[in-house]
């Protein structure tokens, strides 16, 4: 496979193609590990092959919801507009952990720290839920369209929408 090679991305989303993913099926079951590289590679995504990914949306005491604009060196979406924080669980134990979605909400506060600065110590892994032309992130797009106008009148009780067994397909 080719290397990727565009000076207009950062040196760093380059080193990130070569973080290992989990692969799953259809059913969010592991079924496997591959870089980041190959499972975002059309070919690859074409062929039905899925990876475990995460979306966090954030909102703060009056309700608004935090968004964020991608990076125009981003590979993926460069310059778009997505939630507050999209990325993937890695292929390591503590990420992997199923019960409770741990391992997907370990990457979470991994990522949130990352990309926000927000510390790990200020988001408890127990404390977390799981839930004019502007160009949005696929992502985004979904999130807005199928839950968040279900989701806003009742921010304060959110918890009843934690469905951590359920899969939805888009």
Known sequence: MADVTVDWVDEHQLQLLDQ?????????KVIGADTKRNCHLNENIEKG?????????????????????????????PGHFTDSCSSHPLSRPEELEEKDALGVRRAALRRLQDELGIPQDQVPVSAQDTRGEVNVTP???IIV???????????????????????HRV
């Open 139 to 141: 992502w985004l797009r």
């Open 145 to 167: 369209e199928r839950f968040l106008n279900m989701w806003w009148p009742y921010l304060d009780e959110v918890t009843q929408f934690v469905e951590l067994d359920k899969i």
């Open 20 to 28: 290992i993913l989990i692969v799953v099926d259809e059913n969010d």
């Open 49 to 77: 092959l899925l990876h475990r990914a995460f979306s966090v949306v954030l909102f703060n005491s009056e309700k608004k919801v935090l968004i964020q604009r991608r990076s125009d060196r981003k590979l993926t979406f």
